[in-house]
């Protein structure tokens, strides 16, 4: 049986060969989808752990690049287990970093599990103009737009996207999801999101939601 705390102690330790060896382990002990659930919000605690030591300067840039891969390598690997393929028939999901902000650690894995739930999945990239969210919109008619966003100035961004979207018309025809550390209730009412989440796996649930 996988031992949660000790796999996100290991990608807070950025130990990719332990991450890698205990999930394909568990992987092939055929687990549920509940417990791949748990074993992907073990892995964002361990990328809670890798945030908290850049903070206290312990850890810089590049392995917060370093643990983003690892992250997605973790996923990746899980995804089999989180309910099939992108086939489109749960949803479309346009999603990107605002304007501003070039994190994308957290929009990566929002990405992975969205894809993995059966949607599909636009990403814009990270520092992303409001423009490039409503043109994305038109062409594609997506079920949810999501924006992320780490910095406390991606709130204003995320304000001018939904702003946009309402200029454009198009705002009743989507939902939108806002996730990322500055997010609040008091942010999301602000900012005229449907729904805010800090947890990837939270996402996917209120995404679930709306489409069904």
């Known amino acids: 049986m996988l031992d949660l705390k000790a796999l996100a102690e290991a990608v807070g330790e950025l130990d990719e060969d332990k991450v890698m060896s205990m999930l394909e382990a568990f992987v092939a002990e055929n687990p549920s989808e509940e417990e791949a659930q748990k074993a992907v919000a073990a892995c964002q605690e361990g990328m809670n752990i890798v945030g908290d030591l850049f903070e ?40 990107g970093t605002v304007a501003g902000d070039l994190h994308d650690i957290g929009k990566n894995i929002y990405k992975n599990m969205m894809e993995a739930a059966g949607f ?46 309402k200029e454009a018309g198009l705002r009743d ?17 602000q900012i005229g999101a449907d729904a805010f989440t800090t947890s990837a796996a939270e996402g996917v649930r209120i995404a679930q939601g709306w489409v069904s």
């Open 56 to 95: 206290q300067e312990e850890y810089f840039v590049g392995d917060l690049i370093f643990a983003g891969e690892l992250l997605t390598n973790a996923i990746n690997t899980l995804k089999p287990l989180l309910g099939g393929a992108a086939t489109g028939d749960a949803g479309v999901l346009v999603l």
């Open 120 to 165: 599909v999945v636009h990403d814009l990239g990270i520092d992303q103009p409001a423009s490039a969210f409503v043109e994305k919109v038109k062409e594609v008619k997506p079920d949810i737009v999501g924006m992320s966003g780490v910095l406390t100035l991606a709130l204003e961004s995320m304000k001018e996207t939904v702003d946009a979207l």
């Open 173 to 189: 025809s989507v939902k939108v999801i806002i996730g990322g550390n500055p997010v609040t209730k008091e942010a999301c009412e």
